[in-house]
């Protein structure tokens, strides 16, 4: 099997890929969207969050299961998402041309220390 | 999953809706919604509860954005098509319910369109002429005493050169007339109509020639050489559309003019003359152009200034006109002017009729409606186990609605496009049915705003009756509807709808119905009216005299010959000439004074419909003599002047007097006509049209007052249309060159003068028929379903002994109470709506109890007819068949 050629992956994407690896079992919609809002300090518009979710589903980067939804929704179902083998390479393409890209300049980028 | 519970706090409500509408359709929808749902939960119980509803809303707007602009996954679009497409596959499958709807529809839309075309094109839409509605019609009346008009009398043209000085409120003021005209010409014999104006009449109305040239001010002098211009229409039929007509000359009434420019194609004004010409020509002594008494036929037209009014311009005018009766108290005393808009000029009765039409069409459309509305209650109430099972299955309401109003939808454009076909085929059935002197009918036509109305009438109807089914078919929880349609009840709620629904069929049908009725018994009593004369076997005709250069005394032998040459033909019984026929009304009315009686002031002048007669008129026509004698060929216009007056003028002249004897005068007081002394009385006839009351008349002997355009009538002894060619004949034989036109039986010009009663009759007996047999449908409809419905009680209700005729009457008695509710409202309104067609009336009032009671009558028993088939059904149940069900 030979390997896919990288997908291209914009920030927001990437974000929402890195906070589904974090959530690991938890990833529903609103984990998603409260570890982006906790973690990356900024405010997530929900129907950006779920075109997201559905371009990426698209790119077969993620897919989800569905479980049973509590009280709390209505009973409605929820999704889990997880990141697919192949969504887990884009990551890890991306992470590494900004790891490269940045090697060097940890005395620009990183915060001077007091 | 369907056992929702309420969540101890609710999103805000249009949010909610605003989603359910946004999001993709299914599971994946839910879930979103499931998700904000549960986030703005958690965040109303730790926070404030305001915050997290403008958080909800603030999320739902930017989610349904986001799918509504970037459809990753199904949005509404997908959705509609979804819809569309399931819709077209239910309404396929049940073919009889959709046969049904879709030819409701289009008789209902395709009436509607039809008559809206004709009223779009007469009525509502602008004359074809730039800024039209600045367009004003002047003309003189006959004061009503208090400065008022009261009568037309048509304008003077001193009056017309006076108002054209004085009046400030016009950009540009012309006037015309209508004039006949003879083509001489030996091969080709014809009579066109023409139409004599002032030379800026092409540019006030705003319309330039489209071929040549327009009038110049020169043109339009006493003596200038004689110019014309010619209709495009004409141009093809006489000198199939010649590219080098500009220049080529014409003879009319003998003398030779000069076409100097064509009329743009469909410039159909005043009548749709042929040939133009300048008035202006004929400003000269003699011929009563210029006498200021006389009301010569010229009207004004004028182009309003920007910013004036209607009404301003009639204050000038009628100021104007005022000084002018102190100014010129001889002949303008009594003498009044008056404005209308062009438009309602032109229009005139028409209006009434179209708008009464449409009226019933209007009812028209409704019914269909209605019965459409009828049609998808029935069916939504036996879906709706499908609807249930589909609201079980996670459907929302909101897409059940759409689901459902998409379905209407989709019925009503259906309905639609085979309405405008249906209505294109009744446009032209309409326009060989209506009368041939309807205002604008070249204009008639199926236009883009025909189409507009239909889909506006579709759109419209199909939200009006989607709406209803879909409220009341989705008003219910999935489960319990589960539960309930399985035992193959369909709510109370449903059959009460359906009831009302045919209660207002059956009475719009009434209301039809009366309007069919009132037009049935006009026709009728117009029909069974005696015109005073008898009009079978006799063949008319008109010939033009005058134009031939030809001095009165070539004229009068001229008619004796003519009256001989007639008399020969095999099979004539009497011949004769006239300046009128019956029922077309006076071409001659004017004042008179009496003999024995004091002259009253010029405002309070009698008036009456003058005409020259050939002896044998009254008994070509079969008219009583009343009293002394009918004219005989001894009056000629050397014997001492006679006159014949009808019963309505001996009454109204001399009541309780012999009439014999006495002396009349035509024209104003100070003219030096002759007298003439009364003769005869005749019977009255109809001569204004069938239903218009007899004016006075008084009939003067042909050579006496000789006519330059006689109508000819002659009464054969066997069938009158067999003479049109030796009339012809006869007339050639004697001028080869004379024009003869407007051949027609007597029965025929009778049959035309009612065209405008016997078209509103048959269109409202067709709709009317199309209401009956709707409601029938409907009624036979609602009740079969009751009786479908209750199979399971006349069950029991056999079982315990109820006879057949006892189920049969429970079914009767529920048709009958919605009959009776319909019948009521029906009579209601029809006795309010009836007024509106009184225009269209004679000889019956519009709340002619009479004719509701006759109508309520068959309405009832049809009804009740319907009801009783339909019902016959429950007398066919097997107790022991129903109760195993």
Redesign the interface.
Known sequence: MTAPAPVYLGEFEQLVLLAILRLGADA???CI?AKLEVEAGRRV????L??TL??LE?KGLLRWK?VP???????????IYSVTPRGLSAVRAAHGVLRRMSRGLEGVLDPPRS | MTGQQSPPVRPPRISAWLLELGLPPGEHGQIIRGDLQEEFASRAASGSLRAARAWYRRQALSVTARYLVNPQKASIMDTLRQDVGYAVRTLAKSRGFTAAVLATLTIGIGAATAIFSFLNAVVIRPLPLPDADRLMFLTEYQSDGRGGPSRVISASWPSFADWRDRLTSFDGLAASRSAAFSIVDPEHPDRVIGRQATWNFLRVVGVPPAMGRDFSQDDDRPGAAGVVIIRHEFWQRAYGGAPDIVGQTIRLNGTAKTIVGVLPEGFGFARSADVWETVGQYLVEGNGLLDRGNHTGLNGIGRLKPGVSEQTARTELRTVAASLSKEYPNTNSGITADLEPLATRVVGDTKAVLWSLFAAVGCLLLIACVNVANLLVARGASRQQELALRSALGCGRFRLIRQLLVESLVLSLAGAALGLAAGWGLLTALLALAPTDTPRLAEVGLDASAVLFALGAALISGLLFGLLPALSSSGVHGSQLLVRSLRAGTSSATSRVRRVLIAVEVALALVLLTGAGLTLRTMHALSSLNPGFDPTGVLTARITVGGQGWDAERVRAFSRDLLAELRRLPGVTHAALALSLPVEGSQWGSVFIVGDKPVPPRAELPSAAFAPVSDEYFQALKVRLVAGRFFTPQDTDTSPRVAVVNETAAARLWPGENPIGKRVKQGWPEWTTPWHEVVGVAADLKLNGIDQNTPMQIYLPFPQSLSPAPAVIVRSASDPSALTQPLRDAVHRLVPSMPVYAVQTLTALMDGAVARQRASMTIFSIFALIAVILASIGLYGVIAQSVNQRTHEVGVRLALGATRGEVLRLFLRQGLVTIGAGLVAGAGSAALLSRFIEDLLFGVTPNDLTTLWTVTGMLFVVAVAVCYWSARRSTKIEAAVALRE
Do not use: F, L, M
């Not at chain 1, 939804?69 to 999704?79: A, D, M, T």
């Open positions: 529903s919609g609103v969207a518009a929900r129907g950006a779920y075109t559905d371009r698209d569905i939804g509590g009280e709390n929704r209505g009973r409605v179902p929820r999704r």
